[in-house]
């Protein structure tokens, strides 16, 4: 009885530790194109972490001490990089929206997107939410984090 007992509670552990891991995006290796185009476009990066995202691939770094993560399509196109930068650096008019809207609530992290095409976007993670502003600080969209 003490047997069963004692592998019913390390299947439980065992089976919580799995999904603890899915949850927090299991690390895949991209197809050798996808992992050659990073190569090119990013150099001198560290941290190197590979997650799937739909039909892309998002690779998550750090480059010149920076918390940044791009993300490629399966034929290896880039399409967007995001960037960590210091709250002071949110556009104006994009501060000013988060103080206005969400009670003076302190801004978790901001990014900065620059997506393929030149087009910059800024995100300020406020209240698990991330508030999505265009390269002025005009407000675009909110979307709430999947954590």
């Given at each position: 009885m003490k047997m069963k007992f004692m592998t019913v509670i390390i299947a439980n552990a065992l089976c919580m530790g799995l999904f603890a891991q899915e949850k927090e995006g299991k690390?895949?290796?991209?197809?050798?194109?996808v992992r050659a185009a990073f190569k090119k476009t990013f150099t001198g990066v560290s941290k190197v972490k590979w997650e799937k995202e739909g039909n892309d691939y998002e690779v998550n770094f750090v480059?010149?001490?920076k918390e940044m993560s791009a993300v490629f399509d399966s034929k290896g196109t880039w399409k967007e990089t995001e960037?960590?930068?210091a709250v002071a650096s949110l556009p104006a008019a994009a501060a000013s929206y988060v103080k206005s809207h969400y009670n003076s609530t302190k801004i978790k992290e901001v990014a900065k997107i620059t997506k393929a095409g030149g087009v910059v976007n800024y995100?300020?993670?406020?209240?698990?939410?991330?508030v999505i502003f265009d390269a002025q600080g005009n407000f675009i969209k909110e979307e709430k984090d999947s954590d």
């Open positions: 690390s895949i290796t991209p197809p050798d194109n480059q010149q001490k960037e960590e930068i995100e300020a993670e406020v209240n698990k939410t991330d």
